[in-house]
């Protein structure tokens, strides 16, 4: 999460997993609800994230390793709240004009207009 603020160039910083889950149960009492009522006019992107693990420090201590993995996040925002509305992750093999129809779907119910750049590959 730190690096996608970062990408956004963002000042704000994500808490760690410990922080979050002490304070996960007070978060979902205080978060406001997302106002579905007006029709709402959504921009969808992807992202490729890395697969990291073990693999990373083998390639460099031993110089050999096999192709490590990505993940794709496609993620709808509300383009006047700026509210994140769906989010989905899928494999790096999975095209985004797949995934756009499942993300519409679960989005609001009163989607004004959906804006998207599609890659078919």
Not at 47 to 58: A, F, N, P
């Amino acid at each position: 999460m730190q690096s996608i603020l970062k990408m956004l160039g963002t000042p704000l910083t994500s808490p760690n997993y410990t922080l979050f889950c002490k304070r996960a149960k007070e978060a979902k009492n205080s978060l406001p609800r997302l106002s579905h009522a007006q029709p709402m006019e959504i921009a969808i992107d992807s992202s490729g994230l890395k697969v990291t693990g073990e693999g990373e420090w083998k390639v460099k201590k031993h110089g050999v390793g096999k192709r490590r993995g990505w993940i794709k996040i496609h993620i709808g925002v509300d383009t006047h709240t700026q509210e994140l509305t769906t989010i989905e992750v899928t494999d790096e093999k999975t095209a985004d004009s797949n995934v756009l129809p499942n993300l519409v779907e679960h989005s609001a119910k009163s989607l004004q207009k959906v804006l998207a750049v599609i890659d078919k590959t």
